[in-house]
């Protein structure tokens, strides 16, 4: 087994840079029984600990002072079933490797994320998003049918779709809190062409009954809004992606995995006065828009469903964004988009902040697959500010004040993908599944062995 002593060597940084955790052992097991010792020795490997796969996470949900269990050396993919339509692998193995893998077989993951270096294990236990392929559901763990782990005293356990349903839906949202999943199943289908269509809307004109309308046309929906104006990006299915199918992907990639964020953070860093950043800032915001009109002119786009999917492996700092994400009900979404957009601008007169990038919102359609899915009452659609930043103490600060505006609104975080989260927001989110789900956690791990610090404040 491999482990280092603590040192610089064991500091491990999350996606952005935003959160990093010093553990006192950093380890990379490859087998199941390592894991088994790991949790067993809670002398050489003290508490608490965390599983981690790529740490894309933007709370400290995997930061621990005790022990990080590294799975990026658990990828082996473990069999596709052909007749249930299944493929199982190692939870280290990254979503974006798995999806290429199987693409190259005619197949495809459910729902093809963007951010594809979430690891399968992170994707089978905690929540995600994917409102393009929200056919039927648009959070990815709903699909996981199996998953296998080992507890915090060492013992293997599983859950399945068809012999513990009910234990399956606790994993499904249980955050690597009752031990390290080390292997998962999700369901597959036959590889999909998608097309992509764009509306856009001035804000002030949107109704709730188009707004109904926009959905009941559409398989998948997310909405970008670029100052007073909705660009609504809807997809369905269509026999094949055509000759361009690639070249769209290609380019759509690279906007995701540097343009967007690069130009906001030029803007921001190398623009020298507050009059002339806005001004370049709106310029670019104003681009952004024809790019829209011009999709929609053209009546879009069409291509794979895998190729979608972003790496963000290889990209450089300067072109790295980050994100919150809270949602709320369907009939709340369009009131509250304009209350965030006089929030925002408030904001910015009296703060001097604004971002730099769209702000997405993302439909996402009623689930109860897992105790804590966001959509579990009901169709919800998610706010999300976006922002590539260079001054990381103004964007932390008007995350904390957008919080308090999305929680005044009953909003409802996530635990990974909503930073400063705190247990008011949780309680007030989850209600009675919230208290279920930390008495579950207390009596599945009664010494404490997986909850650190960021894990207590919410369950406590």
């Given amino acids: 087994m491999t482990f280092q002593a603590t040192s610089k060597q064991n500091t491990v940084v999350n996606y952005d840079g935003s959160i990093s955790a010093s553990p006192q052992q950093l380890v990379r097991p490859s087998t199941i029984q390592e894991i088994q010792s790991i949790l067993r020795d809670g002398e050489r490997y003290p508490s608490p600990v965390r599983a981690m796969g790529s740490y894309h996470s933007l709370t400290p949900c995997v930061s621990t002072d005790g022990t990080i269990i590294d799975m990026?050396?658990?990828?082996?993919?473990?069999?596709?079933?052909?007749?249930?339509?299944?493929?199982?692998?190692?939870?280290?193995?990254?979503?974006?490797?798995?999806?290429?893998?199987?693409?190259?077989?005619?197949?495809?993951?459910?729902?093809?994320?963007?951010?594809?270096?979430?690891t399968l294990g992170a994707a089978a236990c905690c929540q995600s998003k994917d409102a393009l392929d929200g056919v039927q559901f648009g959070q990815f763990n709903s699909y996981v049918v199996d998953m296998r782990w080992v507890t915090p005293d060492g013992q293997l356990a599983e859950a399945s779709e068809r012999d513990t349903p009910d234990l399956l839906t606790m994993m499904r949202s249980s955050y690597g809190l009752i031990g390290v999943i080390y292997q998962t199943t999700f369901r597959i289908k036959p590889l999909e062409a998608v097309h992509?269509?764009?509306?856009?809307?001035?804000?002030?004109?949107?109704?709730?009954?188009?707004?109904?309308?926009?959905i009941e046309g559409s398989e998948g929906l997310i909405c970008w809004t670029v100052g007073r104006r909705a660009h609504f990006q809807t997809r369905r299915r269509v026999p094949e992606a055509g000759a361009s199918g690639r070249f769209f992907a290609a380019v759509r990639r690279r906007l995701w995995n540097h343009t967007e964020a690069s130009a906001g953070r030029f803007i921001d860093r190398y623009v020298p006065t507050k009059?002339?950043?806005?001004?370049?800032?709106?310029?670019?915001?104003?681009?952004?828009?024809?790019?829209?009109?011009?999709?929609?002119?053209?009546?879009?786009?069409?291509?794979?469903?895998?190729?979608?999917?972003?790496?963000?492996?290889?990209?450089?700092?300067?072109?790295?964004?980050?994100?919150?994400?809270?949602?709320?009900?369907?009939?709340?979404?369009?009131?509250?988009?304009?209350?965030?957009?006089?929030?925002?601008?408030?904001?910015?007169?009296?703060?001097?902040?604004?971002?730099?990038?769209?702000?997405?919102?993302?439909?996402?359609?009623?689930?109860?697959?897992?105790?804590?899915?966001?959509?579990?009452?009901?169709?919800?659609?998610?706010?999300?500010?976006?922002?590539?930043?260079?001054?990381?103490?103004?964007?932390?600060?008007?995350?904390?004040?957008?919080?308090?505006?999305?929680?005044?609104?009953?909003?409802?975080?996530?635990?990974?993908?909503?930073?400063?989260?705190?247990?008011?927001?949780?309680?007030?989110?989850?209600?009675?599944?919230?208290?279920?789900?930390?008495?579950?956690?207390?009596?599945?791990?009664?010494?404490?062995?997986?909850?650190?610090?960021?894990?207590?404040?919410?369950?406590?």
């Fill in 72 to 118: 990026s050396r658990m990828t082996r993919i473990l069999g596709i079933n052909w007749t249930e339509m299944t493929f199982t692998a190692e939870a280290g193995l990254q979503v974006v490797d798995a999806s290429a893998i199987l693409r190259r077989l005619g197949l495809q993951l459910m729902t093809n994320i963007e951010i594809g270096n979430m």
């Fill in 196 to 214: 992509f269509s764009y509306l856009p809307r001035p804000i002030k004109d949107l109704t709730d009954s188009e707004v109904d309308d926009i």
């Fill in 275 to 460: 009059p002339l950043k806005n001004f370049a800032l709106d310029t670019w915001f104003s681009g952004t828009k024809l790019t829209f009109s011009a999709l929609h002119l053209t009546r879009g786009f069409s291509l794979y469903d895998p190729d979608k999917t972003v790496d963000y492996r290889s990209t450089p700092a300067s072109a790295k964004y980050a994100f919150t994400f809270w949602t709320f009900t369907r009939q709340q979404w369009l009131s509250i988009l304009r209350e965030y957009l006089d929030f925002s601008e408030d904001y910015f007169k009296r703060r001097g902040f604004r971002c730099n990038m769209a702000l997405g919102s993302y439909y996402i359609r009623k689930d109860t697959s897992s105790i804590l899915s966001y959509s579990y009452n009901g169709d919800m659609f998610s706010i999300d500010p976006i922002h590539a930043d260079t001054n990381r103490l103004a964007w932390h600060e008007f995350l904390q004040h957008f919080n308090e505006f999305a929680y005044s609104r009953k909003g409802t975080p996530l635990l990974n993908q909503s930073p400063f989260v705190n247990k008011d927001y949780v309680e007030a989110a989850y209600g009675e599944r919230w208290k279920k789900f930390a008495d579950w956690i207390k009596s599945t791990d009664p010494s404490r062995r997986m909850v650190n610090q960021f894990f207590a404040d919410l369950l406590d």
